[in-house]
């Protein structure tokens, strides 16, 4: 099917082939055509411009965007999308004070996470995961990465990546599925960590790699998770069996968890609530995207990625949701380019980058998703009456998008 959208009020994110990623003083810029036009044919956008030399275009459907921005459609880069259940009561109960023994006594906390894991059915699972994906894909999300993590142990992250493979075949949308090494060590190793990692390197990463369900590899590099001893050995497994690495890094301290994920040629380094100059310098010489996820931080009430210090220091920065139970239940992108605009004093010319090319590029999808580009895939919102496209992360409580095209698909 083709579909030409005229009379868009601005036409953003307009770029050449041959852009990645913008980093440093290119983040604030943000090019776009005013009185604009988009044709888009099967799952490709073919050709744009400014009305004016539109020509003869014709299309199967033709949609009036007078007084409309048109914009990439999201890339979320980091989410933990597949999960069982809710975490309100613990919501609730960090509200009120009570420790992380008490809320685990009364059924919170990442253990009591896995457990209902293991005891739903993973059609159930996969059933829970789609009315999540529909719903970010409702608000715009067009590519997005899902990381496992939640289940521990060997039967429950595959049970994970599975539902995650399913999502990838099932609906019309670029799925990234990463394997993330448990967020919490399972009971039967609390004594006894190195056996743990053991069965990571020796069992769970080549089961994994069989199955060939993921693409990435991560996990969380920092202090009270795993030290740089312990993240060098596992990514060095998941690198023998083709896994990319990712890391979390950073968030509660700077253990050198940067320099490690660059020694082994990590697409992204996330979270990085703290940073120190040699992190700096070590990502001027990598080809790793920082990404922030400023909702985690909203949500936990915690520090913000000092996204001010990355990009002035001639750096990208990509954002994401980090749509989790416990940390960031919510895979609304536009509150978060909304939240890095209000919290980390970005501009709506930096968050829309971070969400969109930059946000392409720390999944490994930016050669086809993240901008207007002529031959990327055709991932566009369109947004309802709007002055500018900095109303979007301005207008924060709002949902102001009309239409989203996903792969040439208007999502329903």
Sequence with gaps: ????????????????????????????????????????????????????????????????????????AWCDSHTH??????????????????????????????????????????DDLYDQAV?????????????????????????SELKILRVIKRLKQDFNILVRPTFLVSLAIPEVYKDNKAGYIDEVVNTIIPEIAREQLVK?????????????????????AGVKHSMVPKLHVNKFSAVGGVALGIKHNARSLDHLEQIKPKDIKALKDSRAMPVALPACSYFSNAPYTPARTIIDSGLPLAI??????????????????????????????ESINAATINGAYAMGAHKMFGSITRGKKANVIITKEIPDYKYLPYAFGENNIDTVIINGIIVE
Excluded: W
Excluded at 45 to 67: H, L, P, Q
Excluded at 93 to 112: H, P, Q, V, Y
Excluded at 144 to 153: D, H, L, P, V
């Design 320 to 349: 994401a949701s980090d749509y989790n139970p416990g940390t960031s239940p919510s895979g609304n992108m536009n509150f978060v380019v909304s939240t890095a605009c209000i919290k980390m004093k970005m501009t709506p010319e």
């Design 81 to 122: 999308l597949v999960y069982a259940g809710s975490r309100e009561q613990e919501f609730a109960d960090k509200i009120i004070g009570l420790s992380a023994e008490e809320i685990s006594s009364r059924g919170g906390g990442i253990l009591n996470a896995a457990e209902l894991i293991k005891n739903t059915a993973e």
């Design 216 to 236: 990435y590899i991560d996990l969380f590099c920092d202090e009270g998770y795993f030290t740089l001893e312990e993240t060098d050995r596992i990514l060095e």
């Design 131 to 155: 009315v999540r994906l529909k719903n970010v894909m409702q608000l715009g999300t067009g590519a997005i990465e899902i990381k496992s993590g939640y289940g521990i142990t060997l039967e």
């Design 1 to 72: 099917m083709s579909i030409l959208i005229t009379n868009i009020k601005q036409l953003v994110q307009t770029r050449t082939h041959g852009i990645s990623k913008v980093s440093g003083e290119e983040m604030n810029e943000l090019p776009l055509i005013e009185n604009a036009y988009l044709l888009i044919e099967h799952d490709t956008i073919v050709e744009y411009g400014s009305m004016k030399n539109i020509g003869g275009i014709i299309a199967e459907k033709t949609i009036d965007a007078t007084g409309k921005i048109v914009l990439p």
